[in-house]
């Protein structure tokens, strides 16, 4: 009965996916613009969406994992 480290991984993925899939649509709209007068396709913006939502799932897989390391 060891599966149980494994299913308690399975939530947190899901959810580090579906904020990826948000930040992802986030940054297809940043990067349209549709709604200024003169859109400008600049490929800066959702390079920091992305990255700060990476940064962001990266420290907190982190502190998950010191945290695991730490229980018995």
């Not at 579906?18 to 959702?46: N, Q, V």
């Amino acid at each position: 009965m060891n599966d149980r480290p494994q299913k308690l991984w399975r939530p947190f993925a899901i959810l580090a996916a579906g904020l990826m899939i948000w930040a992802g649509l986030f940054a297809l709209g940043a990067f349209l613009e549709s709604g200024a007068a003169r859109p400008r396709h600049d490929y800066r913006k959702p390079l920091i969406i992305l990255a700060t939502m990476g940064a962001f799932l990266a420290i907190w897989g982190v502190a998950l994992w010191l945290r695991s390391r730490r229980r018995p």
